[in-house]
């Protein structure tokens, strides 16, 4: 039996990791492009690390930059992938703002440099975009795919941007290339400095007399928060289909930042008014103040439903964050610093 090879960009982030796992289970050879760093940024997928020098070696990483054709061109001749999926971007909306260039740049001008690349090698392989609800930004919910986008920060711009390349290259050179557009999704592994991830962080430390408050921008907003670990079978799905099409992934319910917040803090048995307080820095010039995801598509024709919802992903992410904690034998540890610039 002829084993499929799939390449991902953006392995190193949390939906990288989770489909990297999905699909060595699956039997795949995973090739995944790692952008060099002068510190190591693998901790996700490090747990899957093999042995190179194994003849069954079925994980391969390879340096390589969005920013850099002549490197994917190459990349492509060399793995022949049967199935490309595009994760890599500059995913972080806030900072966005502060770096519009740079993110149109990678996670809009990323894409179409991967698609002309695949088009150079001639590789007859099928390709998943990670679109995003963030197009979507001013739309009033529910959100489909038949929602005319409104995108509301320089990231939802270069996605609009990235979704159209995906299409273009599937209506003129009849590419296999599908939109995933997919709704807030997360985990344990989400980054640090998105809201659900800061949130469960500080709920478990502060439970843990680490630290007292953390500050949070709008509480207002409302996502569709899904499990990222749940989300990345629906995009392997997009890939298996005859036809290639697009589809939103979504739980279909809606929740505010202080719905979240509540749950985490209640899950630990606090209030979460008695610790979250409000800093401006972390608002946005324009916000996306409510989406709720219609993924009734997705169930239709790819069989795929979510199980995880918002209450217990909140409650799962928190236990990920206490853990450690709890298991820590050195009592009041301080908060670790970071010279990072403060990105939300
Ligand atoms: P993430 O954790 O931020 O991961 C982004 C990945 O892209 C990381 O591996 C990162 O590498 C890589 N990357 C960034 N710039 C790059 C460049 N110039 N060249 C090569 N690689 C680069 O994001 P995620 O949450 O897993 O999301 C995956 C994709 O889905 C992204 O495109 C995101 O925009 C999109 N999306 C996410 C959500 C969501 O709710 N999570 C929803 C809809 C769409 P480093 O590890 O070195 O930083
Ligand atoms: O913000 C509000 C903030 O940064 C969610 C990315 O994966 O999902 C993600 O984008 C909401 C916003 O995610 C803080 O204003 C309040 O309304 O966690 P977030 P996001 O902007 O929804 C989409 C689908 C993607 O595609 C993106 O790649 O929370 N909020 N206070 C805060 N947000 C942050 N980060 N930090 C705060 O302190």
């Given at each position: 039996?002829?084993?499929?090879k799939a390449l991902i960009t953006g392995i190193?982030?949390?939906?990288?990791?989770?489909?990297?796992?999905?699909?060595?289970?699956?039997?795949?050879?995973?090739h995944g492009i790692v952008r060099r760093?002068?510190?190591?940024?693998?901790?996700?997928?490090?747990?899957?690390?093999?042995?190179?020098?194994?003849?069954?070696?079925?994980?391969f990483t390879h340096y390589g930059d969005l920013s850099d054709s002549t490197r994917l061109v190459s990349l492509l001749e060399q793995v022949q992938p049967d199935e490309i999926y595009h994760l890599a971007?500059?995913?972080?909306?806030?900072?966005?703002?502060?770096?519009?260039?740079?993110?149109?740049n990678t996670?809009g001008l990323g894409t179409i440099r991967l698609l002309e690349a695949i088009r150079t090698v001639g590789l007859p392989c099928r390709f998943y975009q990670?679109?995003?609800?963030?197009?979507?930004?001013?739309?009033?919910?529910?959100?489909?795919?038949?929602?005319?986008?409104?995108?509301?920060?320089?990231?939802?711009?270069?996605?609009?941007?990235a979704?159209?390349a995906t299409?273009?290259y599937?209506?003129a050179y009849?590419m296999y290339a599908?939109?995933?557009?997919?709704?807030?999704?997360?985990?344990?592994?989400?980054?640090?400095?998105?809201?659900?991830?800061?949130?469960?962080?500080?709920?478990?430390?502060?439970?843990?007399?680490?630290?007292?408050?953390?500050?949070?921008?709008?509480?207002?907003?409302?996502?569709?928060?899904?499990?990222?670990?749940?989300?990345?079978?629906?995009?392997?799905?997009?890939?298996?289909?005859?036809?290639?099409?697009?589809?939103?992934?979504?739980?279909?319910?809606?929740?505010?930042?202080?719905?979240?917040?509540?749950?985490?803090?209640?899950?630990?048995?606090?209030?979460?008014?008695?610790?979250?307080?409000?800093?401006?820095?972390?608002?946005?010039?324009?916000?996306?103040?409510?989406?709720?995801?219609?993924?009734?598509?997705?169930?239709?024709?790819?069989?795929?439903?979510?199980?995880?919802?918002?209450?217990?992903?909140?409650?799962?992410?928190?236990?990920?964050?206490?853990?450690?904690?709890?298991?820590?034998?050195?009592?009041?540890?301080?908060?670790?610093?970071?010279?990072?610039?403060?990105?939300?």
């Amino acid at each position: 039996m002829t084993v499929k090879k799939a390449l991902i960009t953006g392995i190193t982030g949390q939906d990288g990791s989770y489909l990297t796992e999905l699909l060595l289970q699956k039997n795949y050879q995973v090739h995944g492009i790692v952008r060099r760093a002068s510190t190591f940024n693998t901790q996700r997928i490090d747990h899957l690390y093999q042995d190179p020098h194994d003849k069954e070696i079925q994980l391969f990483t390879h340096y390589g930059d969005l920013s850099d054709s002549t490197r994917l061109v190459s990349l492509l001749e060399q793995v022949q992938p049967d199935e490309i999926y595009h994760l890599a971007a500059q995913s972080h909306v806030r900072v966005s703002f502060d770096e519009p260039e740079f993110t149109g740049n990678t996670t809009g001008l990323g894409t179409i440099r991967l698609l002309e690349a695949i088009r150079t090698v001639g590789l007859p392989c099928r390709f998943y975009q990670a679109s995003s609800s963030e197009m979507f930004g001013a739309a009033p919910p529910p959100q489909h795919e038949d929602t005319p986008f409104h995108p509301r920060s320089p990231y939802g711009v270069a996605k609009v941007y990235a979704y159209w390349a995906t299409r273009n290259y599937r209506e003129a050179y009849g590419m296999y290339a599908v939109n995933g557009i997919l709704f807030n999704h997360e985990s344990p592994r989400r980054g640090p400095t998105f809201v659900t991830r800061k949130i469960a962080t500080a709920a478990a430390r502060i439970k843990t007399g680490l630290q007292d408050s953390v500050y949070l921008g709008n509480l207002d907003a409302r996502r569709d928060w899904g499990y990222a670990a749940e989300y990345v079978e629906a995009m392997w799905l997009m890939l298996q289909q005859e036809q290639p099409d697009d589809y939103v992934i979504a739980t279909g319910t809606s929740y505010s930042v202080r719905d979240f917040a509540e749950h985490c803090f209640a899950h630990v048995g606090l209030d979460w008014r008695d610790h979250v307080r409000f800093d401006e820095r972390y608002l946005r010039p324009s916000e996306v103040e409510d989406l709720v995801g219609d993924a009734s598509k997705a169930h239709r024709m790819l069989g795929w439903k979510p199980t995880t919802h918002t209450p217990e992903l909140a409650r799962l992410m928190v236990d990920a964050e206490l853990k450690p904690l709890l298991r820590s034998s050195i009592p009041g540890t301080p908060q670790r610093a970071s010279l990072a610039p403060t990105a939300g």
